[in-house]
């Protein structure tokens, strides 16, 4: 499906920068969930978020990351004073209410691509 | 902490061969379990899944995957490729009744499947 949206695809910063990334769910979807997957590893869990609400950011970084899922707009994983290190593939997921992962309803998007210079 | 294993990096077969991509976990509860695939240039898709029942599951293309509790793996098996089936293949679980995004990802196998 192409249904989760992701923009930017792909996105070049240099260090210090701040890097925005942007998430829009399928239609109806309430839920989001963004992942990062840095070279040769696997997709790592951030956080999880419905509209207004951080549900779980067990996976957030403590510092420089934030994420919000307004009531309106798309969800925005922010990251700020960006370092090499940040480079990654950072995915975004959606689901709909009742979803998520434990039912297996949970649908990606293409991802976004940061380099850090 | 929760882990997943796959065993291979990258696979490289011929159109026809058989495939078995092996996925281990490490989490000793129950637990629900997940093939992803990624098309070249296209966003994850869910091959197939695990939650109870019978232990063998079958998805979609011809995918199937054997849930071995004794053995925590969760392998996925196709038995004849096709050069369509180039992608890269992530095994994936999550702790039963855990946060709804928590997906806990393997490293990925990248299969090439040569015409």
């Known amino acids: 499906n192409a249904g989760v949206m992701q923009n930017p695809r792909h996105l070049v910063r240099r260090r210090g920068q701040e890097a925005r990334l942007r998430c829009s769910p399928m239609?109806?979807?309430?839920?989001v969930y963004w992942y990062r997957q840095l070279p040769e590893e696997g997709l790592k869990f951030m956080v999880y978020?419905?509209?207004?609400?951080?549900?779980?950011e067990s996976g957030m970084p403590k510092e420089r990351f934030s994420a919000e899922f307004p009531k309106e707009g798309p969800s925005i994983l922010r990251i700020q004073q960006v370092v090499r290190g940040d480079s990654a593939a950072y995915f975004c997921?959606?689901?709909?209410?009742?979803?998520?992962?434990?039912?297996?309803?949970?649908?990606f998007g293409e991802g976004s691509r940061l380099t850090v210079l | 902490a929760q882990s997943v294993s796959q065993h291979n990096h990258h696979v490289i077969l011929s159109e026809a061969a058989s495939l078995e991509l092996g996925c281990n976990y490490s989490?000793?509860?129950?637990?629900?379990l997940f093939w992803y695939v990624q098309y070249p240039g296209q966003h994850l898709q869910l091959l197939l899944k695990?939650?109870?029942?019978?232990?063998l599951v079958k998805g979609i293309k011809g995918f199937e995957a054997e849930f071995i509790k004794s053995k925590f793996s969760f392998n996925l098996r196709k038995p004849s490729v096709q050069w369509s089936d180039t992608a890269e293949y992530f095994c994936?679980?999550?702790?039963?009744?855990?946060?709804?995004?928590?997906?806990?990802f393997g490293k990925g196998t990248k299969l090439s499947v040569k015409p």
């Open positions: 997921a959606s689901s709909p209410l009742g979803g998520g992962a434990n039912t297996g309803e949970l649908f």
């Open positions: 239609k109806g979807h309430s839920h």
């Open positions: 978020l419905q509209k207004e609400n951080i549900i779980d």
């Open positions: 989490y000793g509860g129950t637990v629900n």
């Open positions: 695990y939650f109870s029942g019978d232990p």
């Open positions: 994936a679980v999550i702790n039963y009744g855990g946060s709804q995004g928590n997906l806990i």
